[in-house]
């Protein structure tokens, strides 16, 4: 039993999901950056924000399961390489970015030696697990995909 009745149209439904997916991806934007913002310009430890952290991370495992289950890879991408390649190279830049600035703000050595080869390093191994964990999201989302159309085609 519903506790609460529907009294929406199926036009209003889809508007009023229309503003919740815009408004989901803000909020999720918009945290990720203030957590960044914190940990780099206001020099607060990880314990500080992990609230946050939590709330980021449940909303990016969620989302990921819930559109991997669906059949869905992205908007503007099918599962590829090409897609894997972009998005692994996209993540390694990031991650150097924000390592180099981390290490700036630290004081730490960031000169084209021993800190731009650990940088190095952490954008490379960022990029080459992202590429594996995209890859094997890419590959759940064609079986699945593969899956929803032998059923849908059953049911016809």
């Not at 059949?71 to 894997?84: I, L, M, N, Q």
């Not at 960031?110 to 999201?137: E, H, K, N, P, R």
């Amino acid at each position: 039993m519903r506790l609460f009745k529907k009294v929406v149209d199926e036009r209003e439904e889809m508007e009023m999901m229309r503003v919740e997916h815009v408004m989901f991806w803000l909020v999720f934007w918009a945290l990720l950056i203030s957590i960044f913002v914190q940990l780099l310009g206001m020099k607060a430890t990880f314990r500080q924000v992990s609230g946050e952290w939590t709330v980021f991370m449940l909303m990016a495992v969620g989302t990921t399961i819930g559109e991997v289950r669906g059949g869905h890879f992205d908007y503007t991408s099918r599962p590829g390489w090409k897609a894997y390649l972009l998005y692994s190279v996209a993540a390694a830049l990031a991650v150097m970015l924000l390592t180099y600035v981390r290490r700036s703000v630290a004081g730490y050595d960031t000169t084209f030696s021993d800190g731009f080869l650990l940088i190095l390093i952490f954008g490379m191994f960022s990029g080459v697990v992202t590429f594996a964990c995209l890859s094997a999201a890419g590959r759940i989302v064609k079986c699945r995909r593969k899956k929803l159309e032998k059923q849908f085609d059953e049911e016809k």
